[in-house]
């Protein structure tokens, strides 16, 4: 009798323990991803980034024409200069990091970023689109934004991408707001590390309860960024963020962030397209020059800083000011001074003999963007965040119940 009660408690626990474990299995399996969603009630856009990491080796203008954005567009992001003709066939190894503007619009009440969109090729899977994104997007979020989309061969599909505005603003200073996909081994302290933050920014930022993160979960970092707002320029309104830079005025000028101080600095491009008016009037100084001279009381610095632009004219205007100390006497020019600035990327940039394996998006129009926008199930969503809790939670008592079970 004794023999028969031991091996039936032994019979017990052993299937208790196949029970749980296949219970955990099942539950690890369908945990979907963390990601911030910030709600929205406004059509006004604002510029945001994506940390792309590459799945392979790819041409710049396949990621640019990936994410539906211009080799410029993604040059700038990530401070690479002099922009050239030849730039779009740099290959980019698989495994390097890749900073993609993006606009961030107001898509069905949260913040969403749909300009890329992806024509389906007959061995596509949605698990393999979303690889091809660098896990940006889960192969769910596509299937429910593009609801009654068959995912034939030749369909087109909007890739909805995730993206934060929270008014370009960080504790009262100007920023734009990075989605990065946090990876194995990483730590919400080792991310805050990284990216000179910390982690009580993080929590609060991301409305995280707790400082854990999973590895595929998307983070909203907050990258520090000049603004124009404070420039008086004529009618345009710039953000950049630190370790970028920006064209404007018809590529004619381009604006950094320097990352001392967070000030904007404006100068010549030096690109090869038609500019005028590069100087200030009445001035041999053209735009980003500043000419230092000593005085009794220390120096007086006159430089040359853009305005705007109306038109097809530049705008620019000199300024005087008077500092008890400064550097030797000189005249200089930002056009010829600028050096790169990308604190958090390596090297992103460099030529790989491998083949170049890549994703084909087709760009649509607004309109049909909308049509899928509208269709987008944002209580869906939500529900998936709620059972992912509710999983995590479950999965986080296996052991206890387990533990329960042998004692």
Known sequence: MMRNNVQQQQEFKDSALKMISLCSLIIVGVVETKSTIEPCNSSQACPSLLSYLLPWDSMLSEIATRFNVNVSDIMAANSAFPITASCGNEIVRA???VKIPAT????DGIRRSVSAVYRVKASDTLESISEGYGALVTADQIRSFNKGVPLMDGDVVVIPLPCSCMKNQNNGESAVYMSYVV???????SVAAY????VSDLEFVNGLG???VLPGDILSIPIPACSSATLNWYNENLIV????YALTATNCIKCTCAPQGLKMQCFPSGMDVPCYNLRCKGSNLAIGDEHLEYSNAGCNVTQCVYRGHRGGKILSSLINSSYLQCPDNKSSSGATCWQ???PYLADPFVLSPGPSPSLFPLPVSEAALMTHAYNYDYDHERRLHLFSLICRMLHLLFPMLLLCFLI
């Open 104 to 107: 961030c619009q107001c898509v």
């Open 340 to 342: 790169p600035s990308a």
């Open 241 to 244: 963020p630190n370790g970028s």
């Open 210 to 212: 707790q400082p854990t």
């Open 195 to 198: 990216f000179g933050t910390t």
């Open 183 to 189: 990876q194995k081994g990483e730590t919400l302290g």
């Open 95 to 97: 495994g390097s990091t």
